[in-house]
């Protein structure tokens, strides 16, 4: 009953695809020592190379020699080669170039190129007596190409007790993988069942790895998780194939995606060993849609992918790029769709000339450089820019590169190409990783990509920039061209990246939305298991500290209390002893908890607030490290650094820090020596946080404040997967954990956004020209000559924007910054809103122009300036202390709420900040941050002194000995003490067992200042 059971799903799914014009195929015509079907494979031949077949048998002397000789090649060939390339390209016979399948063509220009295509022979065979090392082991289903196999399937079902797993299980160990057909013939094996799809590239006994091919419990739907969808026609995996199986599919995924890459090290070097890529369903799906969406509507249509962090993004993008350079429009003119038709083209028609991929990722490069090439042997098709612009420009303009790799500091010249190569159209995909674009390096790169100065940045008052960003801003800046089509893939998209980039949709409520044209969510990602739950094992620290006013009594002055209180916060977080008492913990935790995760190849991350934090917590941590004598013998522990640019100590003027210096090598080397067995810990500050794919980094250290995306994309750096990797470990200092669950709600799920109003422009128009600071005779005139350029411009703007500027001079404080909040976000939300609403109105271009020029000539207040300290604060008290252990964070459901498509009014300051003396602020943290705080808590020395003077016996010896007998006797009592409260300051604890002339100093400043201070109390 069970064979029956199974044998009638084997029948239906073969029915199925004989409807599609798949063949039924002969168990028996399989030839186990050659590991293919000699009938199938010499009917394609004979059928669709007849003159290629006659002169092999010519130069073979008969029929049944040339027949053997060519089917002996043609093994001989799939076993050195593999399957994918030999069906690619073909094999050589005695001179004679030989196809072994033939691909879609492109468009139909050409007849024979179709009729070639038609005369591939896909058949279904059951029950395949496949082993060489067990002759009665039978495959459920096999497919073969032309006589070639190419993928196993089991199938199990649930009326005969058995699930996908069993089948799973069964590949697992009663399939022998060094049999020949698994071993060098069939490129993957599906395990199905009528609900679930798994599916491998790869035999390895019990350690095979499969992984999910389910389109998703609800596909299209925000809320999408692992599984798949009642299907009303039949069985949840009919999509299998209805679809996938196809004849046109079929031959498509072995012909433009199944991808056999080089095995490389961790130091990005070949092995020597090969590991097949076939897509995962997700990935097949949106290149399908994408292709389907451009050849429909045309250039100049952007398109937003979100996909979640291991994705398999770097692949998906390969495929679409290799899939965008060779699509043509439909094959007739009843096909044609609107889009394209209104873009001028016509049937047979390429949709893009030029495909431009913007990635600065070396891995991605390479890998994107090595799956083109597998797929198209042309030279010069696909171009890295590893030189200069001109270089770029030349691959733009030039007639045979067809992909083109280059970085986004490099996207102006495409811009500019896109403008003046006359009838070109560029695809451009965009990676939103870009690691090094962050802090001052991406403000300089937002400087070349939007064309303003460095200062008209700062003016724009902007603080976290990313590479969505940059894009965004780039775009934005050169204005909408018809001729630049954009697939933007993010898994974090922004309210602007959706505007720009995503579909309009109606939701249920029927409100509008900005919305992704394909999703695969985090959640389904991590349902799936492709990526691990970053918020499964959260841990949070709470800093407890007290601060005493320094300038004495009489010096109290007023500070404004907002940015006080940030100065003071910011002032604590740098304090010695509060970034050596975290650098204890970090390191010990390393130690007993993650060290010996993922066979003791584990990795952490610190994550800092700034440049100078990163420094301080690297050399605290490696001081620890050192100290202990960590560095040495086995299980060795070292930490590197990594932050842009060149450092100066703000303390120490003369000391000026690069991350090169204090780690010993190039920048550039830092991911691979990171990943080596040599460093564990790596502290960063404003790179590394973003783009940055470590499959070994476990655990996170957080000192830095995190929210929104930020916070997103900064602990998705752990949730990559790897062999032994089953968990990831947060600790954070700083952030409580319902905060960060918070901020994982807009993408957890589908994230949109709400459209931005346009009126809103008329509104900052208004309270503008309202203020009476511009004129329009001057506006005109300074207009004019930007849109004239020439030497002369610069000189004419200033005349024409000085009497605006003095004008704004005379207002009082709130109203100048106002008036220059208000010009800044009219300038930022007309760049963003012309792109998506088409204005016709010059009033609006004309104040944008003037505005975009006038906003760098109105500086800031000094009153939004930060609070410097000095010598004001004096920290008293300090305490790291654990406040929740392994908390479970993770996400059950996302948020149904829109980001918000708000974009700012301009209305500057709505209020005074309120000002309030030093010591009230510094009373007011107390109170917040300084609770359970005792004498005993007083750091460095202090600490054991007055826990010592709580304790009654000590007193009583101090008030009835002398002094040398009181020292006598305080030696054991301070060791006991320091053991005591080791946890609250492991460096004293160290200090004391190891160094001699430490605790000798020690116990002669504890010992005389706790006597006199127990006997002057009892005097007093």
Known sequence: MKAHRESAFEEWIEQQLAKVAWLKGDPAAYNR?????????????????????????????????????????????????????????????????????????????????????????????????????????????????????????????????????????????????????????????????????????????????????????????????????????????????????????????????VHVEHVRDEAGKKTGQTRTIFPRYHQWDAVSKLLAAAREQGPGHNKL??????????????????????????????????????????PNEPVFDKVVIITDRTVLDRQLQDTVASFDHTPGMIVKIDKDSRQLRDALEGKQARIIITTLQKFPVVAESANTVAGTRFAVIADEAHSSQTGDAAKDLKAVLTGQTRAEIEAEDEQEVDGQDLLVASVEARGKQKNLTFFAFTATPKEKTLGLFGERVIDSAGEPRWAPFHLYSMRQAIEEGFILDML??????????????????????????????????????????????????????????????????????????????????????????????????????????????????????????????????????????????????????????????????????????????????????????????????????????????????????????????????????????????????????????????????????????????????????????????AVRDFVRAYAYLAQIVPFRDPELEQLYYHGKYLITRLPRTDSSGSVDLGDAVVLTHLRTELLAEQEVLSLTEGSDEPLPGHLGEGRGKQHEEPMDRLSELINALNERFGMDLGEGDRIWFEQQQAALAEDEDVRLVALNNDFRQFEVYLEPKVQEKVVQRHEANDSLFQAFFDKPEFKEQMLRWIGRALYDGIRDDRTG
């Open 33 to 257: 020592s050659l590991g293919l079907s000699e009938r199938e494979l010499m009917a394609f031949v004979r059928a669709s190379q007849p003159e290629k077949w006659e002169r092999l048998v010519s130069l073979h002397g008969s029929e049944i020699v040339a027949e053997q000789k060519l089917v002996r090649r043609v093994a001989d060939e799939l076993s050195a080669r593999g399957t994918v390339d030999v069906l690619r390209r073909g094999v050589k016979d005695m001179g004679v170039n030989v196809d072994l399948a033939y691909f879609a063509p492109a468009h139909g220009l050409t007849s024979e190129l179709q009729e070639a295509y038609d005369a591939n022979r896909l058949t279904l065979v059951r029950q395949l007596h496949h082993s060489e090392s067990n002759p009665a082991a039978s495959l459920d289903l096999v497919l073969f190409v032309n006589g070639v196999p190419t993928a196993t399937a089991e199938i199990k079902t649930h009326t005969a007790g058995q699930r996908v797993e069993d089948a799973i299980r069964q590949y697992r160990t009663d399939r022998n993988p060094t049999d020949l057909i698994f071993r060098a013939r069939t490129v993957v094996h599906f395990a199905v069942d009528q609900d679930e799809v798994y599916m491998t590239t790869r035999l390895q006994g019990p350690d095979t790895v499969f992984l999910p091919f389910n389109m998703g419990s609800t596909p299209g739907s925000p809320d999408c998780g692992k599984g798949n969808p009642l299907n009303p026609h039949g069985h949840r995996t009919g999509y299998l194939w209805e679809h996938v199986w196809t004849r046109e599919t079929w031959l498509d995924l072995l012909g433009s995606y």
């Open 305 to 346: 992918v979100q996909h979640s962090a291991g994705s398999g993004k770097s692949n998906t993008i390969a495929w679409l790029a290799h899939r965008l350079s060779r699509l043509h429009t439909a094959v007739d003119d009843a096909g044609l769709g609107e889009g394209a038709r209104a873009a001028g083209l016509g």
């Open 536 to 821: 499964a094992n959260y841990t949070t620290y709470a800093t407890y500290y007290r601060l005493a006013n320094g300038l004495g009594l009489d010096d109290d002055p007023e500070l404004p209390k907002g940015r006080a209180a940030s100065a003071l916060a910011r002032w604590v977080s740098l304090h010695p002893s509060n970034i050596k008492q975290r650098a204890e913990i970090i390191v010990e935790h390393f130690r007993h908890h993650t060290a010996s995760r993922i066979g003791g190849r584990a990795k952490a991350m610190v994550v800092t607030p700034s440049r100078i934090h990163a420094v301080r917590y690297h050399r605290a941590i490696s001081e620890y490290i050192r100290e202990k004598g960590y560095d040495r013998g086995d299980g060795a522990l070292r930490a590197l650094v990594a932050f842009s640019g060149t450092l100066t100590d703000p303390d120490n003027p003369t000391v000026v820090c690069r991350e090169s210096a204090i780690n010993g090598f190039s920048e550039s080397q830092l991911p691979e020596r990171f990943g080596g067995p040599e460093y564990q810990v790596l502290v960063v500050a404003e790179k590394y946080q973003t783009g940055f794919d470590q499959p070994l980094l476990h655990t996170m250290y957080v000192a830095k404040k995190l929210a929104g995306v930020n916070a997103v994309q900064t602990l998705s750096r752990l949730n990559r997967t790897h062999a032994g990797k089953e968990d990831t470990f947060v600790l954070d200092f700083v952030n409580r954990g319902e905060e960060i669950r918070e901020a994982f709600q807009p993408w957890f799920t589908e994230t949109t956004a709400t459209p931005a109003d346009p009126n809103l422009l008329y509104n900052l128009q208004r309270r503008i020209l309202d203020a009476s600071i511009i004129d329009s005779a001057e506006m005109a005139a300074a207009v004019d000559a930007v849109l004239r350029g020439g030497p002369a411009a610069n000189a004419t703007l200033n005349r024409y924007t000085d009497p605006a500027v003095a004008r704004w001079h005379d207002l009082d404080e709130d109203d100048r910054e106002g008036f220059r909040t």
